[in-house]
Nanobody, 116 residues
Framework: QVQVVESGGGLVQPGGSLRLSCAAT????????VAWYRQALGAEREFVAR???????SYAASVKGRFTISRVNAQNTVYLQMMSLIPEDTATYYC??????????WGQGTQVTVSS
């Protein structure tokens, strides 16, 4: 069973940066597609960014140009570099790992708060 753990959240001022990490157990990490989602208080969970097993990236319009998703398969880790943060980025950020023919695995989330 794959386990997923997010880290790197915290409190940051508007205009600041954070890097989130998503670490997964298992020996087949290189064949997983991985995505980041976020959920603000009282809102629906929404897609943020995704990286395929080949390294292809896609982003929500609201974060494109400010966020960068990357992966280091040797470390079983996907990163989300977040720049030029705004208060609207405040949310719990979740990592989702998609395994071929198996159900998606979610992490427990990491809180990001953008406030002065």
């Amino acid at each position: 069973q794959v386990q997923v753990v997010e880290s790197g959240g915290g409190l940051v001022q508007p205009g600041g940066s954070l890097r989130l990490s998503c670490a997964a157990t298992g020996r087949d990490f290189g064949i997983y597609n991985v995505a980041w989602y976020r959920q603000a208080l009282g809102a629906e969970r929404e897609f943020v960014a995704r990286i395929t097993k080949r390294g292809d990236q896609s982003y929500a319009a609201s974060v494109k140009g400010r966020f960068t998703i990357s992966r280091v398969n040797a470390q079983n880790t996907v990163y989300l570099q977040m720049m030029s943060l705004i208060p609207e980025d405040t949310a719990t950020y979740y990592c989702a790992v998609d395994r071929p023919l198996l159900e998606r695995v979610w992490g427990q989330g990491t809180q990001v708060t953008v406030s002065s």
